[in-house]
């Protein structure tokens, strides 16, 4: 058997996650965001398994290519715009949208003469305070951008800087756009994944989830309803006894109060497992909940197994995270976001793809 850690897409629990999220938002369109590939469960691999999606969201025209390239026709929105002039003529060739959030873009758009209709998605600046316009500079951005070519479509989108928490911010921003939105008329885009499940009304025209279409970043009330993508997986490779007093792993940051069991598992930094996981981070062995003891090293994590120590084997089947222990709860455990871990799985890391609930 070669190195044991994997990590098993679920494509079935993604086409579930996105009929939950539809379900969820009616009549609103769905950008699936499938940014920095696909939050690590692989860009192609997401994309065809959202195809019923109204289009997808990512952050580079790079990303955008592969996915014409792999045949997709959906609209493509590339999420920060054009990074250089020189991006346009493969935006226009390959009919990608545009987000629009400063002047410099508007410049590089006027200076070419465009005959295919384009979309452009002006970003107002609602209180991120990252990209985007303030409300005079939306107005002239678009009075430039009207002037100049009717082939321009345009829409107006915003961020909301504190989508997960219950703050009146999330409702002032809302009717920032609404406001700036009050002479044209435009198509809105406002949510992301926190906000359409905790705020139907920021919903709009086209919603913009992300995590939440991966199973991760689900509020207490929607768990039932979404289902974790990826489940990474390793297996116990060593098992030890060693005696109250001793130290564990680099720095010896953890010392046994009891003679203790510890189960050996290969994962670590270097597959993408957060090196600041802190003792006492939950580990699945067999289906039983164990804790993480001493640092995370590059290639091996230790579990304190002693509580189970009898049924423990060589060999035993690990969940890191997945349908058993949520990758959100790891993360609380290493101080970062789901977002972070899922992305972060690295390539060493053998994917597999399951088309269904097969764990
Ligand atoms: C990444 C991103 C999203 C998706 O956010 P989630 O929290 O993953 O749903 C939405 N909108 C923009 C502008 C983004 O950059």
């Known amino acids: 058997m070669s190195r044991p850690i994997e990590a098993h897409i679920n494509l079935g629990a993604l086409q579930h996650n996105l009929a939950q999220t539809k379900a969820l938002v009616g009549h609103s369109r769905i950008w699936a965001v499938i940014k920095a590939n696909g939050y690590g469960h692989g860009l192609l691999r997401v994309a065809g398994a959202l195809n019923r999606a109204d289009g997808f969201a990512v952050a ?5 290519l592969q996915l014409r390239q792999a045949g997709f026709l959906h609209p493509i929105l590339l999420l920060e715009g054009l990074f250089d002039a020189s991006e346009l003529s493969l935006v226009l060739q390959h009919r990608l949208d545009l987000v629009v959030h400063s002047h410099h873009q508007v410049d590089w758009l006027l200076a070419q003469t465009i005959k295919e209709p ?6 107002l600046d609602t209180g991120m305070h990252r990209l985007g316009f303030n409300e005079e500079g939306l107005h002239q951005a678009l009075f430039r951008l009207k002037h100049h070519a009717p082939r321009f479509k345009c829409h107006l989108m915003s961020h909301l800087a504190c989508a997960e928490d219950d703050t009146p911010f999330n409702q002032y921003q809302y009717q920032q756009l ?13 949510a992301n994944s926190a906000a359409i499940q905790t705020a139907p009304q920021t919903h709009l025209n086209w919603v913009r989830p992300g995590i939440m279409l991966y199973g991760a970043g689900i509020l207490a009330s929607q768990k039932e309803r979404f289902k974790p993508v990826m489940t990474l997986t390793s297996r116990v490779i060593a098992l030890k ?10 720095g010896q940051t953890w010392q046994a109060s009891q003679t203790t069991c510890l ?3 290969a994962v670590g930094y270097g597959d993408g497992y957060p090196r600041h996981a802190t003792n006492g ?3 699945l062995i067999s289906g039983m909940r164990f804790s993480l003891v001493g640092r995370v090293s590059m ?7 002693t509580a189970n120590a009898q049924q423990i084997k060589l060999n035993d089947p690990v969940e890191l995270w997945g349908p058993n222990l949520s990758v959100d709860e790891v993360a609380e455990h290493a101080n970062t976001i789901g977002y972070e871990l899922l992305c972060g799985i690295t390539q060493r890391v053998k994917i597999k793809e399951l088309t269904q609930d097969e764990l």
């Open 263 to 265: 189960a050996i598992v």
């Open 118 to 123: 384009l979309h452009l998605w002006l970003k």
């Open 299 to 305: 290639d091996m994590i230790t579990v304190d197994v």
């Open 178 to 190: 609404l406001a700036a939105n009050t002479n044209y008329q435009y198509k809105l885009s406002l």
């Open 60 to 64: 580079s025209v790079d990303e955008a």
């Open 281 to 283: 981070t939950p580990v």
């Open 241 to 250: 006894w060693i005696e109250a007093g001793e130290g564990v792993g680099y």
